[in-house]
Structures are given as C-alpha cells and as structure tokens.
DNA sequence: CTCAAATGTCTATTGATCTAGACAACTGTA
DNA sequence: TACAGTTGTCTAGATCAATAGACATTTGAG
C-alpha cells in the first residue's frame, strides 16, 4: 500500500511546489530508477492527496526545468536526475574538478567596475572601507545551462588590471600571474542556502522559489594577505558542493 | 533613494512568503543594525511594491519565529539575528565551535538500529552492502530551537557498542574511545540544498517551504579506514556552515 | 483492430491570497 | 496637550490556487 505523503496547506507555498520538490528529491534519490519515469499522475495524485490537477502543475514546474518530460499515452520520463558537485579545498580552481562531469565549461564575464570597498568586503579583504577594489561579476556555465553567478573583489592598488588580465586570459589564477602573484590558497569559506532572489532567477535561469547555495570565501597568498573575496551563488538543484579537507 | 526589490508573482511561493524570507536574510546581514528595528510596514511596502497586508502578513511569520516582535506605536523590533555558524574542518566535534555562540546546547538520541547497510551507506563505509551497521538518529538544538537532525552509521563489527556508549557517554568521540578508536579525522563532505521534506519540518519545527542544508560527511580512523558517514540536515535559516581548509 | 492506460484540454466552483481604503489605538516628542 | 509616526483591525473586491468532473488524444499490448 502507497503511505500517504503529507503536504501541509495554507503556509504560503502552493501545494503544486511542494509537490514539485518531493518528486525531484525522489528523482534525484533514485526512487524511480527501476522505470525512468515518474509514476502516473493519478497515482501522484492518490500518494499526496490533491487533485489531479494539482500533481499536473507541479509535473509542468520540473518540465520547465528540463527534469522530466511527459508524453502522452505513455508516461512522464526522467530526463535528468544528477547534480554536478564542485570541489572546495585549500586550492579550488573552477576548471578544475568539473572537468569529468559536464562536456563543456564556460565562465563569462558579464561586468567588471572599480567601487569603493563596501564593509563586508573591506573587513573580508583587511582595507579600509571605501578603499577601491575592482568587482568581477561572472556567470559559469556547464553543457549550456547556468550553474552559478558570482561577485569577486580584489584589492584595487594591488591588482589594477585584473578585470583587464582576466578578460584576456579567462581566468582567475592567470590573471594574478599576470600581477606577480603565482600562488594563492583558499583561508576560509562560508556557506549558506536561502530561496534565489530576482536577480539570481534570471541569471541562473531558475523557477521561481528555487534555492541557491551561496558560498562567501576568502583566497589569500601564501602569507596570509587576503587577495580575493567572492560571493558565489549556485543552483542549489544542478549543483552539490565537495569539500575536500 | 530606497531600490525597489522585486518580489515575484504567480510562482507558488506566496508574495508574503518571499518577503518574509528577504526581511529575514536582511536581518541576518545586518542590514537593520543602526536602528536595531525592522522599517516601517508602509516603507517595506513601498520597496517590495506590495500591499501593506501583504508586508504584515510577512512580518508576523517572523514574529511567528520569534525573530521579530512588533510593538504599536514604536515599530517592529529585532529579538534575534545571527545564524549559528557551524565550523567544518579535519577535526570537526559538533559540541565545539558552537561553544561561544549559543548558551546551551544539546544533543538527543531519538533512535538507535541496527540493520544492513543501503548501497550508499556501504559505499561510503567501504562495506559490502547487507553488512551491518548501527544507526543513530539524533537531534540536536542550541537554546532550545532545533538546529540539524542526523543519522550517523558505523560499522557494526568494529563498533557493536556504539548505541549504548553513545546514550551512557552523550559524545561520539567518547563513543568512539569507549571502542579503542582514539582519534579520527573527516575524510570528505557534501553539501547540498533543497526544500524540507515533511519529517524535517516537524523535526526542525520548520515551517512548509522552509530549506534545509544536507551535509553527508565521511570520518575516517588515522589510517584511512572509515568509521562513520552521516546525513546531517540543517535548518538553513538558523544556521551557516564554515569551511576551514 | 481493440482496449486499457496514460497524458491533454476544457468548464465550473470554492477557498486562499493580495489589493485598496479607511480608521482606531498606541508611542514618543515637541 | 497636540501631533506625527507607527502598528492593529475591519470591509470589500480582484486574482490565484485547488478541487471536481467530463471527455479527447496518444501509446503500447494483446
């Protein structure tokens, strides 16, 4: 016998998303491995207690996320159940560690500006508030879909031309080179979850309600002086986090 | 000039919910530090582009949670902030690194079992599958609000024990001395994030939509031999995770 | 071909959410 | 005391979410 599977009403999230992310932590679970598809939808329906309809929208949220496909007559078939993990260590390189599992990686930068240095940052980074430092903002992509956005701040008097290196190189670790920095480590990392902002949404090309991983982390070089600071946001759905002690 | 923040409509999460969120990671970031008070019901209105009712219906979420408490006359004061940082590293006990942070802390056992291990419990444990492991479901809260519910497996042959150690001792190291194990370090860790399911909301005393952070982590003996993996699931609102490399 | 099983589409109705406006009640300050 | 600024409460209407039922369309198996 199915066990009735409990989603709670009125608390401000519709019951077709609830049901939306209990079936894809069943995909991503395995649940329905034995056929590749999602049970039918009046057995959803049955299972959660709601109205077909209500099973049918929640379907046509994880669609639109490319999850699942329905087809008529036949069923709803699992496209897509794995997350990509992305290591965290003492030296992390982006382009590292994805390597195997997505074909083909691409981080863009989509703005690069000189601000004077906000607190958060001015503490991260160990200058003074107002003090200019150069915001890279980019957008990493794996196999076409959007993985994360992130902010990164690097002091301005140390590292003029980072915006400029990093557009010619393409990357972070290049970039400093370029200043006389050849060697950084990762000092700390935090992390938190919350549901995406506007913003995140568009960039990251998310539904609505969905949730980042968002990790604050501090590189510095090898005698402890803070060279970088960056916020980066990932969708919390195609993404794990690895960290690699 | 106040920036209007866009909330989303039509996307199963509640308008009232979405702001309830903001307001939250505001607060967290101490963005109401100065005044130590949430602004004006009509100002969050004006910036959120919402209704008034919309914005209380927010706010007494969070009075709800005990985050807030609103006074007539005077305004919406702050009763609580931070998230609680929960510090991951080689030598990570949970009772340490929290010590400063909350005044009271505890650990419940609510279940112990011993069964044979899943596939991926047996892959992480570096056991064949059906071996037996002992499972230990705990929850733990500082000042009295639940912060992360885990299950922890040990292989059962090495640590037959490990259930009646743990309820005697209250402390897995102790646990683990209990065994003959002296000293043991945290191989690897995963992070993910998603929405609660049903058992951690009641767990976690969550409300529906709330997320939750999944940190699977691998302990292993000094010579590599692993001897415990665990599922720890946080309250993604009370709590951050801290990498230290 | 026939039929069972599955998804697709439509209509109608109910309850929850959000907006809009008005006014009461309370607080701190001038 | 008077007043500006704030939260508390009420009513009414519009929009969204969920239920209910009926029937069409497609697929795969017998």
Redesign the interface.
Known sequence: MAMR????RQ????L???I???I??AISNGDYDATGMVPPETALAGEFGVNRHTVR?ALA?LAEEGLVRAVQGRGTIIERKE?V?YP???RTRFSQGLGHQVKEIGTRLIAHTEVPATGEVATALGIRPGDPVIELRTVSSGDGRPLSVSSSYYPAHRFPRMAEEFERLHSVTKAFAAHGLDDY???????????A??EE?SMLQL???A???EAQSLNADLNGIPVEFSRSRFA??R???????
């Open positions: 599977k409990v989603v709670e608390t401000g999230v519709a077709w998303r609830q939306a992310d209990r894809r932590l929208s949220a997350r993990s965290i260590s003492k480590v990762r000092a700390s990392t935090e992390i938190v979850a919350r549901h902002d506007a949404l539904s609505p309600g949730i980042v991983l919390a759905d993404m794990k986090l690895r960290i690699e002690t």
